[in-house]
T-cell receptor
Framework: GDSVTQMEGPVTLSEEAFLTINCTYT??????LFWYVQYPGEGLQLLLK?????DKGSNKGFEATYRKETTSFHLEKGSVQVSDSAVYFC???????????FGAGTTVTVRA | DTEVTQTPKHLVMGMTNKKSLKCEQH?????MYWYKQKAKKPPELMFVYSYEKLSINESVPSRFSPECPNSSLLNLHLHALQPEDSALYLC?????????????FGNGTRLTVT
């Protein structure tokens, strides 16, 4: 079945550091790929998405590129802030379906 | 502010109580979802309503009973819960049943069963 694998956390960084969270997936066909973020005490928010190969999603300084050849959708940000501290979930939904498969989540803490 | 509103924010209930969780969205979305999230885990899908009809039940115990009174509202009725049902319950909506439609989540109801 479809699945998502994320790098294990927690990740602790200093402000202005570079952040990468690895995400790889297993799916048939061409799924849509998403990154969601969950701030403490809140629900999940869509951070960015990509619906086809080579698409790049971007938002709030975060970027991820849909790589079909490596079945990956790694999240990157060039300079993190304390306010980026959150749990990040990679997710996919298969074609013609809206059931999301989530990765395990990566907790990111950014220190001033 | 989230566009999906959930009430209450917190709920404590005994194992013999009956309570309901409520969810509302006014984005014109036609699919609505209930998820359960345990601490430090990803959300787990419970139910999906598409065009006000139950389309997915992920083998959820009958002590959880969903209801979709109209396209904007989604309820989750709770009865005879167990302590292990304590979790964050998230409601979400999406434009339709396409994989391209991202989910919009509420901030959840944190449920404690005593």
């Amino acid at each position: 079945g479809d699945s998502v694998t994320q790098m294990e956390g927690p990740v602790t960084l200093s402000e202005e550091a570079f952040l990468t969270i690895n995400c790889t997936y297993t799916a048939t066909g061409y799924p849509s790929l998403f990154w969601y973020v969950q701030y403490p005490g809140e629900g999940l928010q869509l951070l960015l998405k990509a619906t086809k190969a080579d698409d790049k999603g971007s938002n709030k300084g975060f970027e991820a590129t849909y790589r079909k050849e490596t079945t990956s959708f790694h999240l990157e940000k060039g300079s993190v802030q304390v306010s980026d501290s959150a749990v990040y979930f990679c997710a996919l939904s298969p074609p013609s379906d809206y059931k999301l498969s989530f990765g395990a989540g990566t907790t990111v803490t950014v220190r001033a | 502010d989230t566009e999906v509103t959930q009430t209450p924010k917190h709920l404590v209930m005994g194992m013999t109580n009956k309570k309901s969780l409520k969810c509302e969205q006014h984005m014109g979305h036609r699919a609505m979802y209930w998820y359960k999230q345990k601490a430090k885990k990803p959300p787990e899908l419970m139910f999906v309503y598409s065009y006000e009809k139950l389309s997915i039940n992920e083998s959820v115990p009958s002590r959880f009973s969903p209801e979709c009174p109209n396209s904007s509202l989604l309820n989750l009725h709770l009865h005879a819960l167990q302590p292990e049902d304590s979790a964050l319950y998230l409601c979400a909506s999406s434009q339709g049943d396409s994989s391209y439609s991202p989910l919009h989540f509420g901030n959840g109801t944190r449920l404690t069963v005593t």
